[in-house]
């Protein structure tokens, strides 16, 4: 028993009582997890996680949207990969070297890589799957992602043949990546999902039906066991994979739960080991009971609302957008509507390494004062209370994403006195709308980076960009973001980007609400997850330990 007092006293264990713990005689419950070493593992390794919706697909270059990368992750392995804490680690790619000029690029693939069929993973399958993801064909919407490879906009714009891509093979261990200039974030793209490889034969076989549970063959720690629409989606490990020794799970469930409320209720119920994120309303409850579990970190993302700016009312309206972006409060949204410690935000672009971003000049404004002046734009606008704007927001089905909503529009009512309609769907289905552009005016939008550099963010609104949901078209902005392109990180590069982010402002095509916190509850017994900025996490570093309850009088 000393051991065991021993464990309880490390922390090893929660505890919890009997209804009638006011009762000298009441039954105890202990739950000692990792056993007495506190590092015994499970024998039924299963990791359940709610990913928050189904992905539109599991197709690498068509994906779109967090709960789809969250799945990508354990079932592709790119050039390269992260480790736990985020760190760039070598993937498929054992060692790679940069050319002088920094535009050359040489990745040697592997010796024990193979696909989860058996086939050797070579050179000449990356070359097929760039050559697949910038393909017009494919209906990337990420494809401009891949822009700085030699003449990838060429072939994006159907200018040039896939053929054209600077990328190429020599022999089956060695991948060439020749870039148009020096990109410094080129290591961190190469963990984006429309880098990693697909299975050409597959591919060829099945066309669209390869991402299929009976067709797919990947070259991830996790094969595709079953997806079942609506229900959950089964990985199950791949002991092909070439670092299998290290991956302990046997299988991970993926829920899309897109009520947090209900995803609580389950993960308190054990039948969750991970939630995508917390209910607003719940956090006081939950940091106080179950604080030890709740695991907040700074994430880089921006929550936005993004207007429709091809048509009415929006279209070559700038005095409106700003009206409404300055009569939001996002201080009640963050603080109260929300809670986690989410950071006001009055730019797009989240602070990440040396860049701070740019603000507003109103910014710096009391909110009596920004209200103020919200109300002089909206009447040069054309619009006042006795002739009011009536509008509509779209949002993804989620209590948080409507309870934002529901502020924000109060907030319009109340210093503005627009009127303002709410309506939610599904997320497959809001994915459409807002690409579609036809029927939405006021959309919410979030953004998370897709590597650790503010071009991810800028690149969003490029006109020529497939995720440019907002219609924003500015030739000023699109020529900072080129002239951005071609130099090497430093103070000149930063300034461009600092330029485009103030014509951006200016223009206010989207309204920044907040810069996001990743906010997960994870069960005790589940360690090899660690936060970090990205908020990337790869099923091959969880392990499930083992619980056991001691029950004393």
Not at 328 to 347: E, Y
Request: charged fraction near 25%; charge should be negative; include cysteine.
């Amino acid at each position: 028993m000393k051991k065991r007092t021993l464990t309880l006293m490390l922390g090893l264990i929660l505890f919890g009582c009997g209804s009638g713990t006011d009762n000298k005689n009441a039954t105890k419950e202990a739950l000692i997890i990792g056993g007495l070493s506190g590092n015994e593992l499970a024998e039924k390794q299963v990791f359940t996680k709610n990913n928050g919706s189904d992905p539109g697909t599991l197709d690498p270059h068509r994906a779109e949207g967090v709960p789809a990368s969250n799945v990508l992750r354990d079932l592709y392995e790119g050039l390269v990969s992260e480790a736990a804490n985020g760190d760039y680690i070598p993937g498929v790619a054992e060692s790679w070297n940069i050319s002088q000029d920094g535009k050359t690029y040489r990745f040697t693939i592997r010796e024990g890589a193979v696909w989860s069929n058996g086939d050797k993973v070579v050179a000449e399958d990356f070359v097929f799957s760039l050559r697949r993801s910038v393909d017009p064909k494919t209906l990337s919407n990420y494809s401009s992602m891949l822009y700085p490879i030699k003449n990838a906009r060429d072939v994006v714009l159907g200018k040039a043949p896939t053929d054209r891509l600077g990328v190429s093979a020599e022999g089956e261990k060695t991948l060439i990546i020749e870039l148009e200039e020096p990109t410094p974030y080129f290591i961190s793209l190469l963990t984006h999902s429309t880098t990693y490889p697909v299975h050409p034969p597959t591919v060829k076989e099945h066309g669209p039906l390869f991402t299929r549970p009976e067709n797919m063959v990947s070259n991830g720690a996790f094969t595709l066991k079953d997806w079942r629409i609506q229900d959950y989606i089964l990985l199950s490990r791949n002991e092909r994979y070439w670092d299998d020794t290290n991956t302990t799970l046997s299988e991970v469930y993926y829920y899309p739960l897109d009520n947090p409320d209900a995803s609580l209720r389950r993960y308190r119920a054990n039948e969750l080991d991970f939630t995508d994120t917390t209910p607003s309303e719940q956090l006081p409850w939950i940091k106080k009971n179950l604080k030890d579990e709740l695991k907040i970190t700074p994430y880089f993302g921006s929550y936005y609302y993004g207007f429709n700016n091809s048509k009415p009312p929006f279209k070559n309206n700038p005095e409106l957008r700003i009206a409404l972006s300055l009569a939001v409060n996002r201080t009640i949204i963050t603080d109260i509507v929300l809670g986690a410690g989410q950071i006001p935000a009055f730019t797009f672009v989240p602070p990440v390494k040396e860049y701070q971003g740019t603000q507003p000049e109103w910014a710096k404004l009391t909110q009596e004062e920004r209200e103020d002046l919200a109300e002089e734009l909206y009447a040069q606008a054309g619009f006042d209370k006795n002739n009011p704007l009536s509008i509509e927001i779209i949002y993804n089905t989620s209590e948080n994403h409507k309870r934002v909503a529901l502020a924000v529009a109060s907030m319009w009512k109340k210093v503005l006195g627009v009127e303002t309609k709410l309506r939610n769907q599904e997320w497959k289905v809001f994915l459409e709308t807002r690409r579609l552009q036809e029927e939405t005016e006021i959309f919410r939008g979030g953004w998370i980076g897709d590597y650790d550099d503010p071009y991810t963010f800028s690149e969003l609104l490029h006109s020529e960009n497939e995720m440019n949901h907002s219609g924003y078209a500015s030739a000023e902005y699109d020529a900072l973001l080129k002239s951005a392109s071609l130099k090497p990180a430093g103070k000149d590069r930063t300034g461009d980007l600092l330029q485009a982010e103030q014509i951006m402002l200016n223009d206010m095509p989207v309204i920044p609400l907040y810069f996001y916190v990743s906010q997960h509850l994870i069960k005790p017994w589940v360690v090899g997850l660690e936060g970090n900025v990205m908020d990337h996490h790869y099923s091959k570093y969880v392990k499930i330990l083992k619980t056991e309850t001691l029950t004393s009088e």
